[in-house]
């Protein structure tokens, strides 16, 4: 739960360094720069969750076959 406040504060953070300082850098670059950071980190690793093949395929896969 700790990890999803610090997602948000880094996505956050990401859209503010693109509006106020990288106009011309796309947002997603830098949010996945900060990402990579956040990955390199050891103390952030403990904090993720395992991957659920069968949560991704029924949250987000699902939906998207009906649109």
Do not use: D
Not at 16 to 25: D, G, L, N, P, V
Not at 28 to 51: C, D, H, K, R, W
Request: no cysteine.
């Amino acid at each position: 739960m700790i990890f999803i406040g610090i997602i948000l504060l880094a996505v956050t953070a990401s859209t503010m360094i693109q509006q106020h300082f990288a106009r011309k850098i796309s947002v997603n670059y830098i949010a996945m720069a900060i990402g990579v950071v956040l990955a390199i980190i050891p103390q952030t690793n403990s904090l993720i969750e395992s991957f659920s093949s069968e949560v991704f395929m029924g949250l987000i896969v699902a939906p998207l076959l009906f649109f």
